[in-house]
């Protein structure tokens, strides 16, 4: 009597479907969708969106959290005007709750896509890798949370990226969702209460100052934050110069 055998595993083309599923749509999102989701768009559909929040408040909050999962894991235009629109809906809290919770969830579902998909053979290699791709590997395994928390709180740092290179590293599924949770907050706040104001700003015919999380006064506790996260790698990399 001979063994049944094992079912096959599952090939690498079926691991990346959900990869190739977020590539694609996003790809279709920035042709098709970037003329809907602008500025222009919530201005006009102002008064319609704040009368049904006032009719459907819960079902107003959990559409928006559910758009803004969509946005953000599909890589789809109009991250920020989402953002705009929690503050000008909900006010910056709970508005920057909201927005914070799809973010994160968003970013969850990218992250977990790109680690099913490439991250875990990627990981495997460097792992067995010697020279210094396994040198970079134990660099990032050491500082993990630092690094998590820097690629999150530094603004030059792609939010699309910030997703795909944990999973490509190999960092705890655990790890990657507090970090991104509390890593946008103070960016997610600054935006949310931009947001807030929109109504002035709807009033007086003009458009939000985006730029403002790059003024000194907002940008330099972030800049701080950032230090802090980065001091414990410095800390770290001095201690093994003195060790050499």
């Known amino acids: 009597m001979t063994d049944v055998p ?20 996003a790809a279709l999102g920035a042709f098709t969708l970037r003329d809907f989701l602008t500025f222009e768009a919530l201005a006009a559909n102002r008064e319609a969106l704040l009368a049904f929040r006032d009719a459907n408040y819960l079902l107003t909050v959990m559409a928006f959290i559910a758009i803004y999962v969509v946005v953000v894991a599909f890589s789809l235009p109009g991250a920020t005007i989402a953002t705009l ?11 920057a709750l909201f927005n914070i919770i799809g973010a994160t969830i968003g970013a969850t579902l990218i992250f ?17 890798s010697d020279g210094r791709i396994g040198k970079i590997k134990d660099g990032i395994d050491n500082n ?8 999150r709180l530094v603004p030059v ?10 999973a490509l590293v190999g960092v705890p599924t655990y790890r990657f969702v507090v970090s991104t ?26 458009t939000p100052n985006l730029g403002i999380i790059f003024e000194p ?13 980065a001091l414990p790698i410095v800390i770290k990399a001095l201690r093994g110069q003195k060790d050499i």
């Open 217 to 229: 006064h907002i940008l330099l506790p972030i800049l701080g934050l950032a230090a802090l996260a």
């Open 181 to 206: 949770f509390l890593g946008i907050i103070p960016g997610a706040v600054v935006y949310t209460s931009v947001g807030a104001g929109l109504g002035e700003v709807f009033a007086a015919g003009e």
């Open 85 to 95: 629109t929690g503050g000008f809906l909900f006010a910056t809290f709970p508005g």
């Open 144 to 151: 993990q949370w630092e690094m998590l928390f820097l690629i």
């Open 6 to 25: 094992n079912s096959p595993p599952q090939s690498g083309l079926i691991k990346r479907l959900p990869l190739i599923a977020i590539l694609s749509v």
């Open 157 to 166: 740092v792609p939010f699309f990226v910030a997703n795909l290179l944990p």
């Open 112 to 128: 977990l896509a790109a680690k099913w998909g490439l991250g875990e053979k990627l990981s495997e290699k460097m792992n067995t």
